[in-house]
């Protein structure tokens, strides 16, 4: 049973205990870094954790990819900006769907996971295996038993004393703080209902190849296949969905939704749904209302609100964020520095200081949160938390190889199959 949500565990000092035993010494020592998944954000996260303000001692070592375009284009985007914090020869990069393993190995004392989020209980669990400080990104799984997986490694990386940052950088907005803290401090009174909404046009599509197995095409265009990304409530409304879990600190006990597609139909655009809509309840009572949709031409708003006895917050994903009180004049803030480097900043400060440092607990709980919702908009039912979190739905293909079989597979007309309500097993 989820009622509390757990914060970002930074600043107790580990008294010279498993942390300074563990990848590197604190201070400023030099800090060798591995990148796992050289994407967008994981090209991204490299520049952010090599510019990161409270040390800058750091050097990336090696750089871990599933194609090799992908690790060339990053590596020149990274080396463009940080030239002489890159320590890369080519006998550090690694190419193919075990070369996570192999950057692991590769000496680094910290592992930035920035696949996609299907291959994250496994990559998370063999970095805190060999001993390695963590950023992983969001979400941290896509299915009930990955949760459950990153739940029981992330108690293993706290046994270790080992370092465990994830990339809900909202947590570190200055904005998102300040706010959050005032509805904590009573500023709106009880939160009567909260909103949250990751509406957008919809992101890539990566087209098929003509040699492509399926399971490189799959892997490719990755957002589009549950066991990959989860569906975009579970990979992007995340976001929102861990700012209602931690304005109410706690996550929500039920839900029930409604979903579909509607614009996304072509094989292009696999399994997932463009839109879904959860009512999501909490222990006390609260609703929470959850929209998100990928549709262009439309609406579009990444935001959060909470509405108390007292007044309401409306916050912007990457926006300002503001205070109404009843009788009072608005309080405002602007976005202040952007999440994606501050989120580096405070995870390379714990490190220099010793001191411990996990958000993988509420990480974990807020990528159920998502998936709960994906479960409840998927199969048309009312769920429990405790239903969706004991799931024994696994969406992990039959192997990891290029030859493996990915779920789903594609209908005679390159159509894949999606979930219907009341029909589809979707817990
Ligand atoms: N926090 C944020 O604001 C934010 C923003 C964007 C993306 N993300 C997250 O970052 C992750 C990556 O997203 P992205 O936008 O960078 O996608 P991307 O497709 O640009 O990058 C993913 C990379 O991982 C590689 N890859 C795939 N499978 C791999 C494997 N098994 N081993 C090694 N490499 C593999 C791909 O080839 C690709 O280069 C996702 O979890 C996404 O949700 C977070």
């Not at 060999?130 to 046994?159: L, Q, S, Y």
Request: with cysteine; glycine share 10%.
């Amino acid at each position: 049973m989820c009622t509390k949500s757990k914060h970002a565990v930074a600043g107790t000092a580990l008294a010279g205990l498993a942390f300074a035993r563990s990848a590197h010494a604190a201070g400023t020592d030099l800090i060798k870094i591995a990148l796992i998944g050289s994407g967008g954000r994981g090209t991204g996260a490299a520049i952010n954790a090599l510019k990161n303000s409270a040390n800058p001692n750091v050097k990336l070592i090696a750089v871990a990819d599933a194609f090799q375009n992908r690790l060339d284009n990053s590596l020149r985007a990274i080396q463009a900006q940080c030239k002489d914090k890159v320590d890369v020869p080519e006998e550090r990069k690694f190419v193919g769907l075990d070369a996570y393993q192999k950057a692991i190995d590769s000496g680094a004392d910290l592992v930035l996971i920035c696949t996609p989020p299907g291959f994250r209980p496994m990559q998370f669990e063999a970095a805190v295996k060999a001993g390695k400080h963590i950023f992983m990104e969001k979400p941290v799984a896509v299915d009930a038993p990955g949760v459950r997986r990153v739940m029981a490694v992330n108690d293993e990386a706290k046994r270790k004393g080992l370092a465990v940052a994830v990339g809900h950088h909202l947590r570190h907005e200055v904005k998102h703080k300040e706010v959050i803290k005032r509805i904590h401090d009573g500023a709106i009174g009880d939160v009567c209902f909260l909103r949250a909404y990751f509406n957008s046009s919809g992101v890539w599509v990566r087209k098929r190849e003509p040699q492509d197995t399926e399971m490189q095409y799959q892997v490719n265009n990755w957002y589009y296949f549950n066991w990959l990304s989860g569906d975009h409530i579970v990979e992007q409304h995340v976001h929102d969905l861990d700012v209602m879990n931690w304005i109410k600190d706690a996550c929500p006990v039920k839900a029930n939704g409604m979903g579909g597609r509607q614009f996304r139909v072509g094989p292009e655009y696999g399994e997932i749904y463009d839109h879904h809509a959860v009512e999501f309840e909490y222990a006390d009572g609260t609703k929470m209302y959850s929209f998100c949709r990928h549709i262009p031409a439309c609406w579009n708003s990444f935001s959060e609100h909470a509405h108390g006895t007292k007044g309401r917050v409306e916050i912007q994903g990457h926006g300002a964020a503001d205070l109404y009180v009843d009788g009072q004049p608005p309080t405002h803030w602007e976005r202040g520095p952007d999440g994606h480097q501050v989120e580096m900043d405070d995870l390379f400060a714990a490190l220099a200081a010793g001191q411990s440092y996990n958000e993988g607990d509420y990480s974990a709980t807020s990528t159920m949160t998502a998936i709960l919702g994906r479960m409840a908009t998927y199969s048309g039912k009312a769920l429990t938390w405790e239903e969706a979190i004991g799931s024994t739905l696994d969406l992990s293909p039959d192997g990891y190889t290029w030859q493996s079989t990915p779920q789903p597979e594609p209908g005679p007309d390159g159509i894949y199959p999606c979930a219907v309500p009341g029909v589809s097993r979707a817990v």
